[in-house]
């Protein structure tokens, strides 16, 4: 059965506890720069007005419970961003993740649809840092926002990820929707360049 190793669950605890210097040392050792971590963001935290929008209906749908349930989130609410949707869910009886969509804009971007891969099959490098920030979404549980600048020689030149916690039945947070941004100098829209800041 697949077990995290103790540097994901380092890197979960850096971004649980937003240690912005152990996230960083860790973006640099794995080619990328410029990361910025960001829990609960407020609107003028978000670079793009679609992604102060899908925090918003997130809240709207979570009311006055602590977390939102999946069986009442629409995707057409967030028809925009459908292509840069991915939805992250727990492996049944194991302690792993796996993709049970992965948009077709990422897809394109990152090289393959990787609808119903487990998500420890990549982890390494930012991909271990991302895994990190989902399980950590969910072991919170709240919005996640984050930013970085992948490797000099990527297409992708800078990538805003939104990570958004559901729960089903029960309390407790069992499904991810996560808006995935990769913004390429190319194409200027749907996403602007990030503006790069620190939070505090």
């Not at 540097?7 to 506890?17: H, Q, V």
């Not at 804009?105 to 982890?123: C, H, I, M, P, Q």
Request: glycine share 8%; aromatic share 12%.
């Amino acid at each position: 059965m697949f077990r995290w190793q103790a540097e994901d669950d380092a890197i979960l605890r850096a971004i649980y506890d937003r240690d912005l210097a152990a996230v960083s040392a860790f973006v640099a050792a794995s080619g990328s720069a410029a990361p910025e971590v960001c829990w609960d963001p407020a609107p003028e935290d978000i670079d793009d007005a679609k992604l102060a929008a899908a925090v918003d209906y997130w809240r709207a749908l979570k009311g006055g419970d602590p977390l939102p349930r999946y069986g009442a989130f629409e995707p057409e609410a967030l028809k925009p961003l459908l292509g840069f949707l991915m939805v992250i869910e727990r492996v049944a009886g194991e302690d792993d993740l796996a993709y049970r969509l992965y948009g077709s804009f990422v897809a394109s971007r990152y090289g393959g649809d990787r609808t119903g891969e487990r998500l420890s099959k990549r982890n390494a490098g930012m991909g271990r840092f991302f895994n990190a920030a989902y399980r950590a979404a969910l072991a919170r549980p709240g919005v996640l926002y984050t930013t970085h600048a992948p490797p000099a020689l990527s297409r992708v030149k800078a990538c805003q990820r939104l990570i958004l916690p559901f729960r089903r039945e029960g309390p407790a947070a069992e499904v991810l929707v996560v808006v995935n941004c990769p913004y390429l100098p190319e194409h200027r829209e749907p996403f602007a360049p990030l503006q790069r800041r620190r939070f505090v």
